[in-house]
């Protein structure tokens, strides 16, 4: 059984940081893509930051120079660095990953749980 479990969430002011941790746990061949998303009131989930298989980044343009992805591939864990945190950035933010699970020919998509990060002086 392949897990998404996220960490790092939390109350933050404008202008501060926050690091999100999603670890990939369970029987895994290989992981294509490893990324975060993320859902505020009332709106559409949108991406935030991909890494796409071979290191390829893929950024929203509202985070682009804030943001930084990155993947430590012994640990199955990928990293969201949250710099310049604005207001706009509260949201619950959720890990997706697309996995080929151990004795499946195939690859999934899977969602972490989701973690609240709030912006708020």
């Known amino acids: 059984q392949v897990q998404l479990v996220e960490s790092g969430g939390g109350l933050v002011q404008p202008g501060g940081s926050l690091r999100l941790s999603c670890a990939a746990s369970?029987?895994?061949?290989?992981?294509?893509?490893m990324g975060w998303y993320r859902q505020a009131p009332g709106k559409e989930r949108e991406l935030v930051a991909r890494i796409i298989g071979g290191g390829r980044l893929n950024y929203a343009d509202s985070v682009q120079g804030r943001f930084s992805i990155s993947i430590n591939n012994a640990k199955n864990t990928v990293y969201l660095q949250m710099n310049s945190l604005k207001p706009e950035d509260t949201a619950v933010y959720y890990c997706n990953a697309n996995i080929r699970p151990a004795r499946s020919a195939y690859e999934y998509d899977y969602w972490g749980q989701g973690t609240q990060v709030t912006v708020s002086s």
């Open positions: 369970g029987s895994i061949i290989s992981i294509n893509t």
